[in-house]
């Protein structure tokens, strides 16, 4: 599925209108067919407000239709009826000449009537504001959306929730919370980052006849996959396979101060498939964790200069628990200098590089990085708050001119290779918890060690990873890195066999 900006929305309609001759009032009956349709069953009561653009006129003819339906529908028009748009005046003058109540605000003074017609409704449809809006919400649209919120007690947004920018996804003053949006033929970009997350309970992609070519053509390259996309990732086994075939894995995590990391970065990989799978951790910690990782080799050092070689792998895993002092830095240079084999490079091992950011000169085209925002700070030298403003693009930037896949964790996880970005569709809140990114590298390393290129372990990882979260959600109160691993083979299998 596509992800669409203000300007690509805007791209696709005028050339659907333009060139191919399709009437702007044609496709907004084909979205008002499409959207009735699916909210016909939502209750009998419903209260439709409806600005002077396109979005309004897209409103009026779901009231119409669902008018027609036999619904008790009433209109609630804001905006100067002498300056909207030829496609709203068409539809104004068909829902009154089918005498669809209408009431128009122009002041506060009829706050209490729409409190309580709000209340009498069993939903409302919010048709106030399309993807063009670009300024604040203020003034009496401001006081209609409060009331909205506050006292609706279901919330249908067409195309986008009102005052919610389409690009950045920034509340413009104020913007409907709605439960459900039916948007357009494609996601928008707001929808992913800032507000958006927090305002959007549910989204849904109506298709309204914009051919699917201009859809990829205005994309900026910006995709959630579909569950058979993840799929089709998943590592086949042979029936003659031997662990040879499914990945040498090489695990360095863990110090004196952090055993935790590595058993959880180390059974990830395990129980996500990895043929073999050795752990490289200090000697302060290997012995304890020799008798929980049954089914890995453990190496241990006391210094850099103990470890002779890092051949025979056919991926590396480095930087959970690993800490940030004069050896774990001498460490991971060698691992950088001495290796050619591809890495997934997380936690300390970032800190360490954006200390020395020469070292992403060395892991050009092999190596994932899975930063948080605050990792994501430091590596680019920018504050948290500019990061979570701006993920897609400074993610893709990084990505870009390092020539990396860049793993930006974080709700909405962002994955790049400086040309494509996508977006995992999985995980939640409840999975916010102490271990899930070592967890997460884990997963990564091992499907990478099965033979999936480097974007496609951390697609795969960041889904399934998600996937058992949300899957635990539903019945835990929280989910902890080690119900993630003990369900990994299990939510494998089952994508599978889908």
Same mark, same amino acid.
């Given at each position: 599925?596509?992800?669409?900006?203000?300007?690509?929305?805007?791209?696709?309609?005028?050339?659907?209108?333009?060139?191919?001759?399709?009437?702007?009032?044609?496709?907004?009956?084909?979205?008002?067919?499409?959207?009735?349709?699916?909210?016909?069953?939502?209750?009998?009561?419903?209260?439709?407000?409806?600005?002077?653009?396109?979005?309004?006129?897209?409103?009026?003819?779901?009231?119409?239709?669902?008018?027609?339906?036999?619904?008790?529908?009433?209109?609630?028009?804001?905006?100067?009826?002498?300056?909207?748009?030829?496609?709203?005046?068409?539809?104004?003058?068909?829902?009154?000449?089918?005498? $669809? @109540?209408?009431? /128009? +605000? =122009?002041?506060?003074?009829?706050? #209490?009537? !729409? %409190?309580?017609?709000?209340?009498?409704?069993? *939903?409302?449809?919010?048709?106030?504001?399309?993807?063009?809006?670009?300024?604040?919400?203020?003034?009496?649209?401001?006081?209609?959306?409060?009331?909205?919120?506050?006292?609706?007690?279901?919330?249908?947004?067409?195309?986008?929730?009102?005052?919610?920018?389409?690009?950045?996804?920034?509340?413009?003053?104020?913007?409907?919370?709605?439960?459900?949006?039916?948007?357009?033929?494609?996601?928008?970009?707001?929808?992913?980052?800032?507000?958006?997350?927090?305002? $959007? @309970?549910?989204? /849904? +992609? =109506?298709?309204?006849?914009?051919? #699917?070519? !201009? %859809?990829?053509?205005?994309?900026?390259?910006? *995709?959630?996959?579909?569950?058979?996309?993840?799929?089709?990732?998943?590592?086949?086994?042979?029936?003659?396979?031997?662990?040879?075939?499914?990945?040498?894995?090489?695990?360095?995590?863990?110090?004196?101060?952090?055993?935790?990391?590595?058993?959880?970065?180390?059974?990830?990989?395990?129980?996500?498939?990895?043929?073999?799978?050795?752990?490289?951790?200090?000697?302060?910690?290997?012995?304890?964790?020799?008798?929980?990782?049954?089914?890995?080799?453990?190496?241990?050092?006391?210094?850099?200069?103990?470890?002779?070689?890092?051949?025979?792998?056919?991926?590396?895993?480095?930087?959970?628990?690993?800490?940030?002092?004069?050896?774990?830095?001498?460490?991971?240079?060698?691992?950088?200098?001495?290796?050619?084999?591809?890495?997934?490079?997380?936690?300390?091992?970032?800190?360490?590089?954006?200390?020395?950011?020469?070292?992403?000169?060395?892991?050009?085209?092999?190596?994932?990085?899975?930063?948080?925002?605050?990792?994501?700070?430091?590596?680019?030298?920018?504050?948290?708050?500019?990061?979570?403003?701006?993920?897609?693009?400074?993610?893709?930037?990084?990505?870009?001119?390092?020539?990396?896949?860049?793993?930006?964790?974080?709700?909405?996880?962002?994955?790049?290779?400086?040309?494509?970005?996508?977006?995992?569709?999985?995980?939640?809140?409840?999975?916010?918890?102490?271990?899930?990114?070592?967890?997460?590298?884990?997963?990564?390393?091992?499907?990478?060690?099965?033979?999936?290129?480097?974007?496609?372990?951390?697609?795969?990882?960041?889904?399934?990873?998600?996937?058992?979260?949300?899957?635990?959600?539903?019945?835990?109160?929280?989910?902890?890195?080690?119900?993630?691993?003990?369900?990994?083979?299990?939510?494998?299998?089952?994508?599978?066999?889908?």
């Amino acid at each position: 599925m596509e992800i669409l900006s203000v300007e690509g929305c805007r791209n696709i309609d005028n050339f659907t209108i333009e060139n191919i001759g399709i009437p702007s009032i044609v496709l907004m009956e084909n979205a008002a067919s499409k959207i009735s349709d699916e909210i016909n069953n939502m209750g009998d009561t419903v209260t439709i407000f409806c600005g002077i653009g396109n979005n309004g006129g897209d409103g009026l003819a779901v009231a119409r239709k669902l008018y027609l339906a036999g619904k008790n529908i009433e209109i609630v028009l804001l905006g100067n009826e002498a300056k909207a748009s030829e496609e709203v005046k068409v539809n104004l003058n068909i829902v009154r000449n089918l005498n $669809i @109540k209408i009431t /128009k +605000i =122009v002041d506060s003074n009829k706050k #209490d009537y !729409l %409190k309580q017609r709000i209340l009498d409704s069993d *939903y409302v449809v919010d048709a106030l504001f399309g993807v063009g809006l670009n300024r604040n919400i203020e003034g009496l649209f401001k006081e209609v959306v409060e009331i909205i919120n506050k006292y609706a007690k279901y919330i249908v947004s067409i195309d986008i929730p009102s005052g919610l920018h389409g690009n950045s996804g920034k509340i413009l003053n104020v913007a409907i919370n709605a439960d459900i949006v039916y948007t357009i033929e494609v996601l928008k970009k707001g929808f992913f980052i800032n507000d958006g997350i927090n305002i $959007i @309970k549910d989204v /849904k +992609i =109506v298709n309204i006849d914009i051919p #699917d070519f !201009l %859809k990829k053509e205005n994309s900026e390259k910006t *995709y959630i996959l579909s569950e058979s996309d993840y799929k089709n990732f998943i590592p086949r086994r042979k029936r003659n396979g031997h662990k040879g075939n499914y990945g040498k894995v090489l695990v360095i995590a863990g110090s004196e101060k952090y055993s935790g990391a590595a058993y959880i970065v180390t059974e990830s990989s395990v129980r996500t498939g990895s043929g073999l799978v050795t752990l490289l951790t200090h000697n302060s910690i290997s012995s304890s964790l020799r008798s929980k990782l049954i089914e890995s080799m453990i190496m241990d050092y006391s210094s850099y200069k103990d470890i002779k070689s890092f051949d025979g792998f056919d991926i590396i895993a480095c930087g959970p628990g690993l800490d940030v002092t004069e050896n774990s830095k001498e460490l991971l240079k060698r691992v950088i200098k001495e290796t050619k084999c591809n890495l997934v490079l997380d936690a300390d091992a970032l800190n360490i590089i954006s200390e020395n950011k020469d070292l992403l000169k060395e892991i050009s085209g092999r190596a994932i990085l899975t930063p948080h925002p605050g990792e994501m700070a430091r590596l680019t030298n920018k504050t948290i708050k500019e990061i979570e403003e701006d993920r897609i693009n400074i993610a893709k930037t990084f990505a870009k001119e390092n020539n990396v896949i860049l793993l930006l964790k974080g709700y909405n996880t962002i994955i790049t290779d400086g040309e494509e970005v996508f977006i995992n569709p999985t995980g939640n809140s409840k999975m916010a918890s102490g271990g899930m990114g070592d967890c997460l590298a884990g997963i990564i390393t091992s499907f990478c060690g099965q033979k999936l290129t480097l974007l496609e372990g951390a697609l795969l990882g960041a889904y399934i990873h998600g996937l058992i979260g949300d899957k635990l959600s539903h019945s835990n109160f929280i989910v902890n890195a080690r119900d993630i691993i003990e369900n990994l083979p299990k939510t494998i299998q089952e994508l599978c066999e889908k």
